[in-house]
């Protein structure tokens, strides 16, 4: 078996893991970053809307999003395959589905998260993300185990190594109508809690400024993606146990399988950051035995309401007669003298968002997003199309939580997921009172789009799982501290998600990259780090 050496070993390389690499070596440790996933772009892990054609069409993202996308628990079907061949295997039970066909057995599928997904790929989930970067609420999201002022000065921090912007669409013409719209029909909104630009992970190019850069994980890494002497990256290696030392307080080295060359590296690190995603992470603690009480538990997903509207038709005649986009319309108009719609072809997507604030506990985003559920059929003018999607608030109860199986294994070899989960009567009401806005919002803004009427989403769809492995002060009810160490381990961090331990209703990698920014900082600064450098060991 061969044995690597490094200072710190970090499991998954998305946002979070590549904000742990980043803030650790350029405070001059050496990182090993490993992740079961292939690197799908010359530096790895660059956000592939990038490329120009998803940028001129969105809807043909949706199919790259879908096919990145691994189902997490399946549950077996009760229907039976009778119409088949009788030769074939199709006696009774003899084609019946099984663990063995990727589906979970064990899992009740009136409890199940049934869109919930894991990405396998360098950058996991930024390869593909929407870029939603709001911060949470300060006091109906926020977890308060954090002082304000150093979420604030942690926000900050993440803003700029995500390279947010709230202004990246503030030229497009529907960014301004739809915006003014709904201003118009929820002026009741508190200041600075009204409808506004959504913060976004991208910047306009300025080489060309009809596309945007989405942040990826390259962005994140910044020079490390172009190879540095203390950063290392292992595409298709899977981390399948951490082994404790003998008392079990500290983690003396981790097994990770090279899946191309199906052999076993032994990786010796002085820390270990498992920043895997909020149900791959307390997969792996389970897989190695770690398993505090908390583990899998207090589990939040959003729920979503989601709709597609066809704009209304005085909303998009005011293009033509309002003097701000006069020039832009104008231009439009001599270059496209048989289009009757006055808004360019090039006019970038409408980002906008309406905050969570008191009284309204969720989170607005009216925009045009690559996911499935929301493609548009090719004969409706996609200019015209805006997607509705409002995202709701479930507390934390230990009852709603993944466990994984001792037996069963899912497409990694790995501890098969089950999800249970349920919402308390408190929860379904106050997501019976967001439809009920999101269908006032619609109404101000157009027509329903035939097929795309207001409806909740399949639970899990946000990917936006959290608490799993959540932070705390509490050992019986958390799994880390506050600088997302495990409890009771010298040096085993966490990160992701699955960290966040209240229940919020905004998108999540903001806060997670803010919390893992502390826990980095707390690693690069830690007795030992400093012992190290001034050894020079
Ligand atoms: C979520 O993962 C993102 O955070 C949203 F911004 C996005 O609109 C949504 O998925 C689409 O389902």
Known sequence: MITRYTDTLVVGSGPVGATFARTLVESGREVLMVDAGAQLSPRPGEHLKN?????HNTNLFASIIRGHLHLLSVPTSARAELAVDPAAMAELGSNRSSARNAENPDQDPYRNLSAAAACYAVGGMGTHWTGATPRHHPVLERYDGISDQEWDGLYGEAERLLRVSAREFDFSIRQHLVTEALRREFSELPDGYQVQSLPLAARRRRDNPRMVHWTGVDTVLGDLADGHPLFSLLPQHLCTRLVLDRDGTRIAYAEVRDLNRSETVRVVADNYVVAAGAVLAPQLLHASG????????????????????????????????????????????????????????????????????????????????????????????????????????????????????????????????????????????????????????????????????????????????????????????????????????????????????????????????????????????????????????
Request: charged share 20%.
């Open 290 to 537: 770690i398993r505090p009480a908390a583990l899998g538990r207090y589990l939040t997903e959003h729920p979503m309401a989601f709709c597609q509207v066809i704009l209304l038709k005085d909303l998009v005649e005011q293009a033509r007669t309002d003097q701000r986009f006069g020039g832009q319309v104008a231009r439009h108009t001599t270059l496209f003298p048989d289009d009757d719609l006055p808004i360019p072809v090039d006019d970038p997507e409408p980002n906008v968002w309406i905050p969570v604030s008191e009284g309204r506990p969720w989170h607005a985003q009216i925009t045009r997003d690559a996911f499935h559920y929301g493609d548009v059929p090719p004969h409706v003018d996609g200019r015209l199309i805006v997607d509705l999607r409002w995202f709701g608030i479930v507390e934390p109860r230990p009852d709603n939580r993944v466990t994984f199986s001792d037996t069963r294994t899912d497409v990694m070899g790995m501890p098969q997921p089950t999800f249970e989960y349920a919402l308390s009567p408190q929860d379904a009401e106050r997501q019976h009172a967001m439809m009920a806005e999101m269908m006032r919002a619609a109404t101000a803004l157009g027509g329903f789009l035939p097929g795309s009427e207001p409806r909740f989403t399949a639970p899990g769809l946000p990917l936006h799982i959290a608490g799993t492995i959540r932070m705390g002060d509490d050992p019986q009810s958390s799994v880390v501290d506050t600088d997302s160490r495990v409890w009771g381990l010298e040096n085993l961090y966490l990160g992701g998600n699955g960290v966040i331990p209240t229940g919020t209703a905004c998108n999540p990698t903001l806060t997670s990259v803010a919390m893992a920014l502390k826990a980095a900082h707390h690693l690069a600064g830690s007795r030992e780090a400093r012992e190290r450098r001034r050894t020079g060991a």
């Open 51 to 55: 490329a120009y054609i998803y940028q």
